[in-house]
Nanobody, 125 residues
Framework: QVQLVESGGGSVQAGGSLRLSCLASGYTYSTLMMGWFRQAPGKEREGVAATAGGSSVYDVSVKGRFTVSLDNAKNTLYLQMDSVVPDDTAMYFC????????????????????WGQGTQVTVSS
């Protein structure tokens, strides 16, 4: 089992920055993919960014504004959010998978087995 705990959410004005963290514990050596997902009220959960094997992918809506990184020594996944916009408002979830998937599937929530409880991000205009 892998336990994931997110932190760093909060309220920020449009154009500002926020950094989310996800601390992983348990059988972290089994983790091959990690990603960030978000879900706004009334909407489906969507993939934001993911990383595996030193590579990363981003949803088109955040590419160029968000950066995902993994600190293996600290077992922590980060999401640096810059130039945020009101549409970034959502609950953000960290996820991990012990299985490998093709790069095209890295933002597919069904590929992930472990999930954190989420951290709320609210962007005001």
């Amino acid at each position: 089992q892998v336990q994931l705990v997110e932190s760093g959410g909060g309220s920020v004005q449009a154009g500002g920055s926020l950094r989310l963290s996800c601390l992983a514990s348990g059988y972290t050596y089994s983790t091959l993919m990690m990603g960030w997902f978000r879900q706004a009220p009334g909407k489906e959960r969507e993939g934001v960014a993911a990383t595996a094997g030193g590579s990363s992918v981003y949803d088109v809506s955040v590419k160029g504004r968000f950066t995902v990184s993994l600190d293996n020594a600290k077992n922590t996944l980060y999401l640096q959010m810059d130039s945020v916009v009101p549409d970034d408002t959502a609950m953000y979830f960290c996820a991990a998978s012990p299985s490998w998937a093709s790069r095209a599937d890295w933002l597919n929530a069904r590929r992930y087995n472990y999930w954190g409880q989420g951290t709320q991000v609210t962007v005001s205009s």
